[in-house]
């Protein structure tokens, strides 16, 4: 192989390690906002398990409402358990950090099941 051949065979590895990377974040597809802080506590907990249905998209809508009047939602963790490149998604649509619930939209990719684990803190919690 000449040199010009060694760098297009470079330049196609380097173009292919991109592409890997940017799969592998698209991957992820767990959701994590806010931060944890001395004293916030968990407020809601829960599974999403949705069998997939052939061709279609499943989705589901999940509220937290913080049981106190005073407290406020310091983080908030969507948690894909699903098979890696096959998960699905978060996101909030309503309400969110520093407020007093949030509202999260969570739906699949075509034909694949909805399996999420999601975990709502706020602060103060006693
Ligand atoms: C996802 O949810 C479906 C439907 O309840 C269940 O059959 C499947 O075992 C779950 N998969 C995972 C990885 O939790
Ligand atoms: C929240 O309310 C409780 C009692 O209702 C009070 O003791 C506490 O100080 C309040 N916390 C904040 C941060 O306002
Ligand atoms: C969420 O909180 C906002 C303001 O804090 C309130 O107006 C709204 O009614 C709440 N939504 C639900 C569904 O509880």
Same mark, same amino acid.
């Given at each position: 192989?000449?040199?010009?051949?060694?760098?297009?065979?470079?330049?196609? %590895?380097?173009? +292919?390690?991109?592409?890997?990377? #940017?799969?592998?974040? #698209? $991957?992820?597809?767990?959701?994590?906002?806010?931060?944890?802080? =001395?004293?916030?506590? +968990?407020?809601?907990?829960?599974?999403?398990?949705?069998?997939?249905?052939?061709?279609?998209?499943?989705?589901? *809508?999940?509220? %937290?409402? #913080?049981?106190?009047?005073?407290?406020?939602?310091?983080?908030?963790?969507? +948690? $894909?358990?699903?098979?890696?490149?096959?998960?699905?998604?978060?996101?909030?649509?309503?309400?969110?950090?520093?407020?007093?619930?949030? *509202?999260?939209?969570?739906?699949?990719?075509?034909? =694949?099941?909805?399996?999420?684990?999601? =975990?709502?803190?706020?602060?103060?919690?006693?």
């Amino acid at each position: 192989m000449n040199g010009n051949g060694r760098s297009i065979l470079a330049l196609v %590895c380097g173009l +292919l390690v991109t592409v890997l990377v #940017v799969l592998q974040q #698209v $991957d992820a597809t767990s959701l994590t906002l806010g931060t944890r802080r =001395q004293g916030d506590g +968990l407020v809601c907990a829960g599974d999403v398990n949705i069998r997939g249905r052939p061709g279609q998209i499943v989705s589901t *809508t999940k509220l %937290c409402n #913080v049981p106190r009047r005073n407290q406020t939602i310091t983080q908030v963790r969507a +948690l $894909d358990l699903g098979v890696r490149g096959r998960g699905g998604y978060a996101s909030v649509v309503k309400g969110g950090l520093g407020r007093g619930n949030v *509202t999260l939209y969570l739906w699949s990719q075509k034909s =694949q099941p909805l399996n999420f684990t999601l =975990q709502v803190y706020a602060w103060p919690y006693y």
